[in-house]
């Protein structure tokens, strides 16, 4: 069964840096696409970043601050965060869906429990 876990969250000052981490076991990462997902307390989830066999996609509000890559001989994705603002405080989620397409928030079948980004002084 495909699993998903996400570590690296933490309190980072604004303007800091973070790196989340997305270990996945139980398929073969080069034939998913992997989503980063983001829920602040009383908000609706959002979409952060996404990677797929054929690129990557990212939001408006984090583009040119996170970049995604994957290593798929360890298995895992990562998610670089730079230049941190308040409102990336949530907690972040990654995400499977079987598809080499380019890769969008629609749809995801598995999920991991979330880590914490708190960005405050």
């Known amino acids: 069964q495909p699993q998903l876990v996400e570590s690296g969250g933490g309190l980072v000052q604004p303007g800091g840096s973070l790196r989340l981490s997305c270990a996945t076991s139980g398929f073969t990462l080069d034939y998913y696409a992997i989503g980063w997902f983001r829920q602040a307390p009383g908000k609706e989830r959002e979409g952060v970043s996404c990677?797929?066999?054929?690129?990557?996609n990212y939001a408006d509000s984090v583009k040119g601050r996170f970049t995604i890559s994957r290593d798929n001989a360890k298995n895992t994705v990562y998610l670089q965060m730079s230049s941190l603002k308040p409102e990336d405080t949530g907690v972040y989620y990654c995400?499977?869906?079987?598809?080499?397409?380019?890769?969008?928030?629609?749809?995801?079948?598995?999920w991991g429990q979330g880590t914490q980004v708190t960005v405050s002084s």
């Open positions: 995400a499977a869906d079987m598809s080499t397409l380019p890769c969008t928030w629609y749809w995801y079948d598995y």
């Open positions: 990677i797929s066999r054929s690129g990557t």
